[in-house]
């Protein structure tokens, strides 16, 4: 399954399925970002049954306050709309498993 591109007009349609929401927040600009962007990639491809999402910081702010990003990159799953787990900083492709498999 392809990442989707979140923003706050897609965010509900997007949160509202009742599977698992994996969300990468993530910008451009940030390195550790763009090393984590493959990870986040390859588990939406193995994880079909998860809805994978990146929201870009700088275009999305109201969206990142929203989930207390403070830092990025920040992981977050969702349930039903509701953070179940968070992540914050570059992690390995095991963690993504764990992180949402345990949500």
Do not use: H
Not at 49 to 74: Q, R
Not at 83 to 98: F, L, N
């Amino acid at each position: 399954m392809a990442v989707i591109s979140v923003t706050a007009a897609n965010f509900a349609e997007i949160t509202g399925t009742g599977k698992k929401v994996l969300i990468d927040f993530y910008a451009d600009w940030c390195a550790p970002c763009k090393r984590l962007g493959p990870r986040v990639e390859q588990f939406s491809e193995k994880f079909p049954d998860v809805t994978v999402g990146k929201v870009n910081i700088d275009s999305e702010m109201e969206l990142a306050m929203k989930f207390g990003v403070m830092s990025i990159p920040t992981l977050v799953v969702l349930r039903d709309g509701l953070p179940v787990a968070k992540s914050v900083g570059e992690i390995d492709y095991d963690r993504i498993v764990s992180l949402v498999s345990e949500a």
